[in-house]
């Protein structure tokens, strides 16, 4: 596509529920990202996906959290049994391994209520 | 591991005066640094990005950046700022080695006023 599109780009769930974002990065695409932006705080590296390489998990926050990537293409990001700490708007971006930049998704507003 | 500090959460500036965002980087390692803008309601945009060469960068729209390697620094300046620059602007940095994950401030909003 032309941009990287996540969806949905609201979520509101319950307590303990257990919610899935999806990323399309832009078609081409090998090196996908997942951050998370809560209110009034910067960008926190999730995890990085490049190729068919090991994912760094580095940054998800907890066991709760897991992502998956099919090839170079969609993600979703898993939170099991949601808190209310997790509201956040998740963001995807991708880029090209060679590339220097990230193109961003609109983002995903998750609240957990 | 690189870190980014973004010391003006809030910047208020009349329309047509100058501005400069602060932003200083720790890293062990040579670095590459971006500036990211956010308008309201929007996704993440490139603003302009220092790799190599020159260490004054230019965006296109009248935004620039200059990488001072000594002072660990990578300020945004505009000489003079219009309505439509109020967004939030991230400062960003990633290691020139392997990997390219970047590591970004906390981010500084830019409020122009009338």
């Known amino acids: 596509g032309a941009g990287v599109s996540q969806s949905p780009s609201n979520k509101v769930t319950e307590k303990g529920k257990d919610v899935e974002l999806r990323c399309d990065p832009i078609s081409g695409h090998t090196a996908l990202y997942w951050y998370r932006q809560r209110l009034g705080q910067g960008l926190e590296f999730l995890i990085y996906?490049?190729?068919?390489?090991?994912?760094?998990k580095s940054g998800l926050p907890s066991d709760r959290f897991s992502a998956e990537r099919t090839g170079e293409s969609v993600s979703t990001l898993t939170i099991q049994r949601t808190q209310q700490e997790d509201s956040a708007v998740y963001l995807c971006a991708s880029s090209l391994r060679t590339d220097y930049g990230y193109t961003f998704g609109s983002g995903t507003r998750l609240t957990v209520v | 591991a690189q870190s980014v500090t973004q010391l003006d959460s809030q910047v208020p500036v009349f329309e047509e005066a100058p501005v400069e965002l602060r932003c200083n980087y720790s890293?062990?390692?040579?670095?590459?640094l971006f500036w990211y803008v956010q308008y309201p309601n929007q996704g993440l945009q490139l603003l302009l990005k220092y790799l190599s060469g020159s260490t004054l960068v230019e965006s296109i729209n009248g935004f620039e950046a200059e990488f001072n390697k000594s002072q660990t620094s990578f300020h945004l300046r505009k000489p003079s700022v219009h309505i439509s620059d109020t967004a939030e602007y991230f400062c960003?940095?990633?290691?020139?080695?392997?990997?390219?994950?970047?590591?970004f401030g906390t981010g500084t909003q830019l409020k122009v006023e009338l």
């Open positions: 890293s062990s390692v040579s670095v590459y």
């Open positions: 996906f490049q190729g068919n390489s090991a994912p760094d």
């Open positions: 960003a940095v990633r290691g020139t080695g392997g990997g390219n994950k970047l590591t």
